[in-house]
């Protein structure tokens, strides 16, 4: 199992649902977070004075999937998040060791 963490800009999550669904994604968890990379933030201009905004809204996917469907998943996120501009974003994977589903006690794949 690999757990998936994507983080892209907001305007994007919309089509990023709709593409993992289409794909067959039942669940993933949705954070609202601020952050920069390379695009270091930007000014704005309020009531004459300009200000420096150095984190910017971005949203943060995550999921845990079987890795028979990582690569599909991935392509997915890519796909549908990619504006070709700078702050597109990030996809981090990383190994699962374990999963529990609370309910029933299912664990690992069955509990996807």
């Not at 039942?26 to 009531?47: C, N, P, W």
């Not at 060791?97 to 069955?110: F, K, L, M, P, Y």
């Amino acid at each position: 199992m690999k757990k998936i963490e994507a983080i892209i800009k907001p305007f994007k999550l919309d089509d990023v649902r709709d593409a993992l669904q289409d794909i067959g994604v039942q669940g993933m968890t949705v954070i609202e977070a601020k952050g920069f990379g390379r695009q270091k933030g930007h000014s704005e201009l309020y009531k004459g004075a300009e200000y420096v905004i150095d984190f910017l809204p971005k949203i943060k996917i995550e999921l845990v999937a079987t890795d028979a469907r990582v690569e599909a998943i991935v392509e997915a996120i890519q796909t549908a998040a990619c504006t070709g501009r700078i702050g597109d974003g990030k996809i981090f994977i990383s190994p699962v060791d374990a999963a529990v589903r609370i309910r029933t006690g299912e664990t690992d794949d069955n509990a996807l």
